[in-house]
């Protein structure tokens, strides 16, 4: 069976959730109940940001097959050494009467790219959306979803909030004249609730890419 950019964002959703369970049990230390929260929540939105990237990296296959170029794909930055590469290995393989396959190349460089690219933030992912060629994607996930744009716009961009304090500043509450070391609050059942919404809307936008390809 192929895998799928969904596959990627529900193995995410999955491990957040066994962080979870693992942390509403019996632990020796409280300390590490929160701090499982938090690594829960980062793969929350790390499925978002994986499900975007698979999404992309897909679209450059279909774009081989149907020659059909999204505008800002076409823009997309490669640094001249990948073409040179490319050029290189073209040669060789003319020298040595062999079949090359371009397009596996072509794939990497971009891959190599788009790693360099965070697809989190409601901007970050509608430009996702466009390099994968899907039209007006967060007025489509909006409908799938049941919720307006500006709704989503404001909690996913507060996700990806929470999710870089963790990330970049370990999660340490900020403080004018800081007299002792404290963190920011993460409750439970609201990381729960977090996991639950992005996994939602996972769905509406894999509702909306799945539409788009029939």
């Known amino acids: 069976m192929p895998f799928h950019p969904i596959n990627a964002a529900n193995a995410c959703v999955r491990r957040a959730r ?25 793969l929350a939105v790390t499925a978002v940001d994986s499900y975007m990237h ?17 505008k800002i794909l076409a823009k997309l930055e490669i640094p001249f050494s990948d073409f040179a590469s490319l050029a290189d ?19 990497n460089a971009v891959q190599r790219r788009l790693l360099k690219e965070t697809f989190q933030s409601y ?13 007006k994607g967060w ?16 909690r996913l961009n507060q996700l990806v909030h929470r999710r870089n304090q963790i990330v970049h500043e370990g999660d340490i509450k900020r403080a004018s004249r800081p007299q002792r070391l404290q963190y920011n609050d993460v409750g439970q059942d609201e990381v729960s ?5 992005i996994a939602q809307l996972v769905a509406a936008i894999e509702q909306v890419v799945a539409a788009n390809s029939t």
Not at 126 to 134: D, P, R, Y
Not at 139 to 154: E, N, Q, R, V
């Open 89 to 107: 290995a073209t040669i060789r393989a003319r020298r040595e009467h062999r079949d090359l396959r371009p397009w596996v190349q072509v794939k």
């Open 54 to 70: 698979w999404l992309v990296y897909r679209r450059i296959s279909e774009v081989r097959r149907e020659g059909d170029l999204p």
């Open 139 to 154: 007025s489509k996930t909006g409908d799938a979803l049941g919720m307006k744009t500006d709704d989503i716009k404001t």
């Open 193 to 197: 609730a977090d996991v639950d919404w």
């Open 18 to 42: 066994r962080f979870l369970a693992l942390a509403g049990t019996k632990l020796p230390d409280t300390k590490i109940k929160t701090d499982l929260r938090r690594s829960a929540l980062v």
């Open 123 to 135: 901007e970050q992912v509608g430009q996702a959306l466009s390099l994968a060629g899907i039209e």
